[in-house]
């Protein structure tokens, strides 16, 4: 998928859910929305779909759970398309972190990760440390961060993310991102379900 291609689509699937909000927001009591909370944030399931530069698409299964306030683990699987040849991309990862808050709509976050990852011709163990910065207004919920990983069998790298998520009502919600993963840049696209 070319630069052109990803924009085109990212720019109809987020006209599309911002077209969609009105009627959604209309057929929820008109409950607020509190920002931020914290609960959504790091009490979640998603899947999604991302769009690697360097190599091709995958899927990813993602989850988060808030275990003792400020605490929470996170965990994912991604699985890779392996094209014809098939040279069985995928990884896995486990995340423990703690937020804090740093004014009343601002959050950040920091957590180390351990996890496997299969680049096709290596296939490797890692460790890292990453940091985020998140806040909501209203349905939207903003963030980013930057992260540092060190693949036992592959160097190391720092990676980035920066995204947001619409919730559609206080537990579903869609979203976009564009990151530096394990397999290169790319758009990520998804959905949550929160509890």
């Excluded at 014809?84 to 937020?99: I, M, T, V």
Aim: aromatic fraction near 16%; charged fraction near 20%.
């Amino acid at each position: 998928m070319n630069t052109l291609s990803k924009t085109i689509y990212f720019g109809v699937f987020t006209g599309a859910f911002l077209c969609a909000a009105p009627t959604f927001a209309q057929t929820q009591n008109n409950i607020p929305f509190e920002a931020p909370q914290t609960r959504q944030a790091y009490n979640f399931l998603s899947a999604g779909v991302a769009d690697h530069d360097d190599a091709g698409d995958s899927i990813i299964i993602e989850g988060s759970y808030e275990f003792n306030s400020p605490w929470f683990v996170s965990g994912y699987l991604l699985d890779g398309d392996d094209g014809p040849f098939g040279n069985d991309r995928n990884a896995q990862g486990l995340k423990l972190g703690r937020y804090i808050w740093l004014n009343n709509n601002l959050v950040a976050d920091f957590s180390g990760r351990v996890g496997r990852v299969d680049f096709g011709q290596v296939d490797t163990g890692y460790w890292g440390v990453e940091g985020n910065l998140r806040t909501r207004i209203d349905r939207f919920e903003i963030y980013g961060g930057l992260g540092w990983v060190d693949y036992t069998d592959a160097g190391s790298d720092s990676q980035y993310q920066m995204g947001t998520r619409f919730y559609i009502t206080p537990e579903f919600a869609v979203g976009a991102r564009y990151q530096d993963s394990d397999f290169g840049d790319g758009l990520r696209i998804e959905a949550s379900y929160h509890f």
